[in-house]
């Protein structure tokens, strides 16, 4: 049953009038008698009497009248399921990924990317990989044909999208890496005033600890002194040497074990570090939520 045919039904019952319905439908008259008769035809049923005082519903047309409202509903819903459906065909021989800056310095996770990229091609071959480095998700509301499957970022606050999934992969609090000699100097261990009263060190080469923490610094109302070394190396016999302090994730500070620093926790409430992964809701390719899964258990196996 065609939908217009319907909704010309639904109005002449209910306002049993030929001219009222069309009236309210803005359209003519015969147009409204000649989709009723159409309907009539198709159901192989009278749906009106034609009385001297005006229509009336035939025992047809009283059935036809009391489910009208809900299949016109169900018709709506499913034009608007449909049209949301992208007509990109899914890559199911092919995966994309994006990884946002800072997240092809994270040694770790690229490891275990590479490692599961090969065991998906083992078992779902022929797979094709590609990696991309962008800088952030594209502002599409749907998917469009050489959008990447996955993006994968570090941040605070992820960039979110209403159009996206998101899954944190990884969640870690910041510390503070500090000299155990200034430690022992000063008479305020505080690390908070440890901040507010040292250069703050940053590295370019520092893997997942690359990141904008200003976030931090504006949770605990702190304006650095901020200064940035050329290597990690250098930056953490600098910080050995009493010349600053830095602010990174614990996990990297874990890695980064060098003689006579040490770490201070900072207050609870500053925001913690992760890695999300995104992607596409329209995107069919079943192979998407598979690898995110994948890899976010390999990521807190490694936890």
Known sequence: MESR??????????HRSFSKAAENLFVTQSSVSKNIAA??????????????????????????????????????LLKEFVSGISNVEPRRNQLIFSLMEPVPNNVEFCRILIETSLDFKRRYAPIKMDFRYDNNIQEKPSLYEDEPDIYFQISTTPELNANYNTKALTEENFVLMVAQSLLDKIDNPDPIHILRTHPVLFSMDVGN???????????????PNIRYIKSIMAMMME??????????????????????????????????????AQYNKKNK??????????ISKKMKEMA
């Open 39 to 76: 309907l009539e035809t198709e159901l192989g049923k009278k749906l009106f009497f034609r009385r001297s005082h005006g229509l009336e519903l035939t025992k047809a047309g009283e059935a036809l009248y009391e489910g009208v409202e809900e299949i016109l509903k169900k018709q709506d």
């Open 209 to 223: 600890a690359i990141l904008d923490v200003s976030e931090v610094f504006t949770k605990l109302k702190i304006k």
């Open 239 to 276: 910080i050995s040497m009493e010349e600053g302090v830095t602010v990174i994730p614990k996990q990297s500070a874990a890695r980064l074990s060098v003689a006579g620093v040490t770490e201070l926790k900072l207050p609870d409430n500053i925001p913690h570090i992760s890695l999300y």
């Open 5 to 14: 045919n319907l909704r010309y039904f639904q109005a002449v019952a209910k």
């Open 285 to 294: 390719n079943p192979l998407v939520p598979m690898f995110v899964e994948t």
